[in-house]
């Protein structure tokens, strides 16, 4: 038997009333969450057109083969096997065993409005498709349960000179890496409380008439408590390495995580806010690294530093439900621009007064000293009063679409579907 998947009703609604305008198919992104017994479905949206596609294309009669891998894998960030291979490459977490690796495919028939569910093991590129249940919902988004924290983070990361190949993206990656892994092993209260982990996330919350828990609009709050490595079989000790310059991340880091009300495991919870934390500082570095590389910024003297400002987040709701989805901004960016971005992205009317902006104050320090440091070190420094502004333009702006790879990550961005007449 095959998977089920819950869909929230406006999503067949949205299916029903995309316009083909002359083109063969539609693609575009499902968001939702898997989980062990069902997945769950409560957005659709389209893979807007690139900026420089020609009208002639536009409106051409093309086949399935001719759509835009590249393009498409920008808003999806999910497109099967060739999407999941290159999100692997980004991610500071790895899958477990427990976790269900099964994506799905839809096709809509704009005809006849039948729909076509299959589904794929992303972790098996030879695996064949298999049928998968598809039924509607009502009111299925408002059921969800969020879980938020702040975390402060110190990031020393040091650019070796013995990976002068590496491109600076690679070496902070690999610079964070251990720091993910205090993130994987911290302890987490949840409402002040440790709780054991298979437990049931709402246990002792009050019953509702028909049996259910009232889990509408709640919230959790989540300490993150990063453990002390006292124990001789942890040792940790400081390695000096020659480097070519350093990077060191500061600041207040707003996560936010949402699972759905069907019998959630604490291990659930925490585990979706665990790869928020590592999904959005790993984000803020690739946004901000990589226009420092395209704007090639000129190397400084010795021992001098730059400060520049990492993205804010800014969260929006995902219409008629409670939950959120995130894009990054920052300060010289307007509201009435991170509106139409997430227009753009998700297809669906946004207002300006949805906008929820984290007040968050980030930095990344960029040192080119040609001195020995510590890798284990943190520099105390403190950043200028103003921070060197930089021309800095957003990913998402030069590739619309980048909000599935930001969504939070209790979101699983991992459902696609095309959409395509007879």
């Known amino acids: 038997m095959g998977r089920t998947y819950i869909v929230e009703e406006t999503v067949g609604q949205y299916l029903s009333n995309i316009s083909l305008q002359g083109k063969a198919f539609v693609s575009g992104l499902l968001i939702g969450q898997c989980s062990s017994q069902k997945d769950y479905v409560i957005l659709a949206t389209r893979t807007?057109?690139?900026?420089?596609?020609?009208?002639?294309?536009?409106?051409?009669?093309?086949?399935?083969?001719?759509l835009d891998e590249?393009?498409?894998?920008?808003?999806?960030?999910?497109?099967?096997?060739?999407?999941?291979?290159?999100?692997?490459?980004?991610?500071?977490?790895?899958f477990t065993d427990e976790e269900v690796s099964e994506r799905v495919t839809l096709h809509f028939c704009s005809s006849t409005k039948k729909t076509f569910c299959r589904t794929y093991d992303i972790h098996n590129p030879k695996s064949s498709a298999k049928p998968a249940d598809w039924k509607y919902q009502n009111g299925l988004s408002a059921s969800w349960l969020s879980l938020e924290c702040t975390v402060y983070i110190n990031i020393h990361v040091p650019l070796s000179t013995t990976s002068v190949s590496y491109t600076l993206e690679k070496n902070t990656k690999n610079g964070l890496i251990h720091w993910a892994k205090q993130i994987e092993n911290s302890i987490y209260l949840i409402n002040g409380q440790v709780k054991d982990e298979d437990c049931d996330l709402l246990e002792g919350q009050k019953k509702s008439s028909r049996g259910n828990t009232q889990a509408i609009n709640h919230s959790f709050d989540v300490r993150v408590l990063t453990q002390l490595l006292l124990n001789s079989d942890h040792r940790s000790t400081a390695t000096v390495q020659i480097c070519s310059g350093s990077v060191n991340l500061k600041g207040a880091v707003k996560c936010r995580a949402y699972i759905h009300s069907n019998k959630p495991k604490v291990k659930d919870a925490v585990q979706a806010m665990k790869r928020d934390i590592l999904n959005t500082?790993?984000?803020?570095?690739?946004?901000?690294?990589?226009?420092?590389?395209?704007?090639?910024?000129?190397?400084?003297?010795d021992s001098e530093k730059e400060f520049h400002i990492l993205p804010?987040?800014?969260?929006?709701?995902?219409?008629?439900?409670?939950?959120?989805?995130?894009?990054?901004?920052f300060g010289d960016e307007s509201a009435e621009e991170i509106r139409d971005h997430f227009i753009e992205m998700l297809d669906h009317m946004i207002q300006i007064e949805d906008l929820e902006i984290a007040e968050e104050i980030n930095t990344?320090?960029?040192?080119?000293?040609?001195?020995?440091?510590?890798?284990l070190d943190n520099t105390d420094d403190e950043p200028p009063?103003?921070?060197?502004?930089?021309?800095?333009?957003?990913?998402?702006?030069?590739n619309i679409g980048v909000i599935a790879a930001f969504a939070v990550a209790a979101l699983a961005a991992g459902i696609s579907f095309h959409y395509f007449s007879d």
């Open 48 to 66: 807007p057109p690139k900026e420089e596609q020609d009208e002639s294309s536009k409106h051409s009669k093309a086949k399935l083969d001719n």
């Open 70 to 94: 590249e393009w498409a894998t920008e808003h999806a960030n999910q497109l099967v096997f060739a999407v999941e291979k290159s999100m692997n490459k980004k991610r500071l977490w790895n």
């Open 281 to 301: 500082v790993a984000d803020r570095c690739e946004i901000l690294f990589e226009d420092l590389l395209l704007n090639e910024i000129p190397e400084k003297k």
């Open 312 to 329: 804010h987040r800014v969260f929006v709701p995902i219409p008629g439900s409670t939950v959120m989805l995130c894009d990054y901004k």
């Open 364 to 375: 990344a320090c960029v040192s080119s000293s040609m001195n020995t440091e510590a890798s």
């Open 385 to 398: 009063k103003q921070p060197i502004k930089t021309t800095i333009v957003l990913k998402i702006q030069q």
